[in-house]
């Protein structure tokens, strides 16, 4: 996993390669706070396209699934933002993230990528841990056992304060 700082909307806004930003979603419909929110506003097709998705199906049957947006038209570099659909709730003091969803959620969105040579896979750093409550050594060690599953490498940006 390579650890930098930044902001992952930026790094993959710049993108040169083929781009995949991952971020956590409720199954609630709501992109209320931290990158999520940040997303909705900069993304508004990906919100339109969680929400269409949320609406299509019963809240508790998304956990573990994934929605994701191809971003602009360039057929050279696809620009991927997806979100895992990790957390059933979402609020304030306890953990909302559950981890074998989220696990599972990151694989389908791995499994669904276009098979090219080079693809950059961008995770926020502390995914699903703010309002999700996650414990982000738990959720490192999981993103640390997917690289070994499917050979790739996570981008994991930590936002600058």
């Keep these: 996993m ?3 700082k930044g902001d992952a909307l930026k790094l993959f806004k ?5 781009t995949a930003l991952i971020h956590q979603v409720n199954c609630q419909g709501v992109m ?3 990158i999520a929110k940040q997303i909705k506003e900069h993304y508004p097709t990906h919100f339109k396209d969680y929400i269409d998705y949320c609406e299509m199906a019963e809240a508790s049957a998304l956990l573990g699934d994934c929605i994701w947006t191809p971003i602009g038209n360039d057929p050279f570099m696809l620009q991927i933002v997806a979100g895992a659909f990790a957390q059933y709730q979402f ?3 306890h ?3 559950n981890y074998a969803a989220l696990t599972k959620s990151i694989c389908a969105i791995i499994d669904q990528l276009p098979p090219v040579d080079e693809f950059s896979l961008i995770i926020p750093k502390y995914l699903g841990c703010g309002l999700g409550g ?5 959720i490192k060690q999981i993103l640390l ?5 499917y050979d790739i490498e996570f981008t ?3 936002c600058e304060s």
């Design 134 to 138: 996650g414990d982000w050594s738990i």
């Design 32 to 34: 209320g706070s931290g």
């Design 156 to 158: 994991c940006v930590e």
């Design 145 to 149: 056992d997917v690289e070994k599953m």
């Design 2 to 4: 390579i650890h930098i």
């Design 14 to 18: 710049e993108s040169i390669t083929h």
């Design 91 to 93: 609020g304030h003091n």
């Design 95 to 97: 953990r909302h993230t």
